[in-house]
């Protein structure tokens, strides 16, 4: 499998961690979207020209982060942490928490930090100050959901936590939240081991990511 990609990429970090909790082999390629040979070589491979794309061994191609995960699931069930519980609660309470952390906070947080790598004359405050508004409620909301529990649905580490930990790894640097829980939880994201080789994937990349001068 090919998994077109970039190491900075929330979503693509959710599936590399995925990658690395279930140990299934794969080659990851490097996408620059800003670089028109990379947005080319997307292009011939995913049909809405974005990453994460999986381009699996039979030449099928899967797009959208969650589906990646299932798939892995699915195909290597006995590989590695399972990432979709088997109790139906659980896994449609991890479904759940998966969309609120790629809506709610990953998309809040890019809007957030792709406005302050435009020229000043670009920005736009008012739809920074609605992502800001939407992750305060999302950092409440999370804190009180996830009272009590080590991962994002109890003890067992799931597609959810897969989206967390860059969603709320970003957001923390972003727009911080002061939230004791969130923030506990977030430090356990950090820690874990295939969340500490996605990070080191993406270390010699993180001055792409620095602010332009207002």
Known sequence: MKLYCHFLSGYSQKVLMAFYEKGVPFT???????????RALLDKVSPFGKIPCL????????IESTVMIEHLDVHYPDSGTR??????????EARLLDRVFDHYVNEQVVTVLFDSLKPAAA???????????????????????LAGRTWAVGESFSVA???AAPSLLYGQQIHP????????????????????RVLADAAPFMSILQPKEA
Do not use: H, I, N
Not at 177 to 196: D, I, V
């Open 28 to 38: 990851p390629e490097l996408v620059t979207m800003m670089d028109p040979a990379g």
């Open 55 to 62: 381009v699996l061994d039979d030449g099928r191609t899967l």
């Open 83 to 92: 990432l979709f519980p088997e109790g139906r609660e659980d896994a449609l």
């Open 123 to 145: 920005r736009d405050p008012q739809g920074v100050a609605r992502a800001k508004a939407t992750l305060d409620k999302a950092y409440a909301w999370l804190e009180a959901r």
């Open 161 to 163: 936590d897969c989206a």
């Open 177 to 196: 939240f002061e939230q004791r829980g969130l923030k506990a939880y977030t430090a356990r994201l950090a820690e874990r081991p295939s969340m500490q």
